[in-house]
Structure formats: C-alpha cells, structure tokens
C-alpha cells in the first residue's frame, strides 16, 4: 500500500525557517517524482515544488523561489522541504504527493498533511 | 503562467442529477489536465488526468473531456458521497497551477 506521511509542521515566527519531511512507502520511492502543495486555510491549492526521481529537475513557483528547498533521500525513501525567510502567508496545510509516473506531473497519491502557522 | 479558471464556483445537486464542471486554461494545455476532488480535512484525491483517463478505482460515472482550453469534468449520476471541492489542475507547463475549484452540496 503506498503510504505518504508528512512532518515537521508547527508555529513559527515570521523570519524563521521549518523543515518538513515526508516518509514514502509501499513503492519504489526513487523511480517517481515528487512535489509538494501547500493550502492556506479556507483556500485552494498552490504548487509548491518538484523535484524529478534522480533530483535532476528542480522547480519553484516565484512565490518561494529562493526561500524554499526541496530536496530527497532515495536511500531513506524521503522528501524534504526547507523553508527559510517565512512569511504569514506562508500559513498553510502542506501536502506531499507523488506523480503519477513518467513525469506527468499528475499526482496519485498524498499524504494527510502538516500544519504550518506563521505568526508572531 | 497558465491560469486556470472553473465555473460554476459552487453548485448544489440532488441525488441522481447530472453536474457539470468546466475548467478552462488562459491558453492551450492540450490534454495535460487533471481533476480532483477533495473532502473537507482531507488529501486530494486524483479522478481524472490526461483529461480524460479515469483514474484507477475512481466510480465510472465522473468522465472528463475536452483539450486545448476547455475542459470539462461531469459526475453522470450524483451520489451521496459525492460532495466536496473539485479542483482542475494543469501540466503542460511550469509553474503548475490549480483551478480556484467548485463545490459540490447533496440538496
């Protein structure tokens, strides 16, 4: 059964960085690409990042560019998120999700999500 | 970037009806769009994608269809367990982006 399960989430004040990671299992974690989405409350879903199986490929929106990192360990079947210089609207449930092969960039598979709050 | 636009913004439906939700792209995606729905607390859930392929263990009655510009996801025969928000998304080029989604009440 594949399963995503996301960490990491918390409060934070705004300036300050969180590491989310996300625990793959039930397939072959380093043969798909993976992204991640975020839903600020009560709003609808934004792309955050992807990053291709081998982490050849890499792409933010300009929302985050140059604040946040993505990155995986296919040796420990997990994707991360370094998000550095946050902002309140960076508030959101953030989702992982895994492509649905061949880099489609459809995804078929997320995890529950994890809260992050940006407040002082 | 594409922005993506879906109307209606809400709909309400009895059991049994026929929903339509149209999707349509600020230019040509060709076929590289997919549908979701998701429950209130709850993940997305993929339902269709390449705009028409039915995602496996997703009930016959949703189909999508169109390319180009405008799409379109119908639910043939509205079930209970069918409320919820549909998002279209599309993947014909970066940034990947995300229709503002429709939500689905049971009258």
């Known amino acids: 059964e594949v399963q995503l399960v996301e960490s990491g989430g918390g409060l934070v004040k705004p300036g300050g960085s969180l590491r989310l990671s996300c625990a793959a299992s039930g397939f072959t974690f380093s043969s798909y690409s993976m992204i991640w989405v975020r839903q600020a409350p009560g709003k609808g879903l934004e792309w955050v990042s992807s990053?291709?199986?081998?982490?050849?490929?890499?792409y933010y929106p300009d929302s985050v560019k140059g604040r946040f990192t993505i990155s995986r360990d296919n040796a420990k079947n997990s994707l991360y998120l370094q998000m550095n210089s946050l902002r309140a609207e960076d508030t959101a449930v953030y989702y992982c999700a895994r492509d649905e092969g061949g880099g489609s960039y459809f995804f078929d598979y997320w995890g529950q999500g994890t809260l992050v709050t940006v407040s002082s | 970037d594409i922005q993506m636009t879906q109307s209606p913004s809400s709909v309400s439906a009895s059991v049994g009806d026929r929903v339509t939700i149209t999707c349509r792209a600020s230019q040509g995606i060709r076929s590289w769009l997919a549908w979701y729905q998701q429950k209130p607390g709850k993940a997305p859930k993929l339902l269709i994608y390449a705009a028409s392929s039915l995602q496996s263990g997703v009930p016959s009655r949703f189909s999508g269809s169109g390319s180009g510009t405008d799409f379109t996801l119908t639910i043939s025969s509205l079930q209970p367990e069918d409320f919820g928000n549909y998002y279209c998304q599309q993947a014909n080029s970066f940034p990947l982006t995300f229709g503002p989604g429709t939500k689905v009440d049971i009258k």
């Open positions: 990053i291709s199986s081998s982490s050849s490929y890499i």
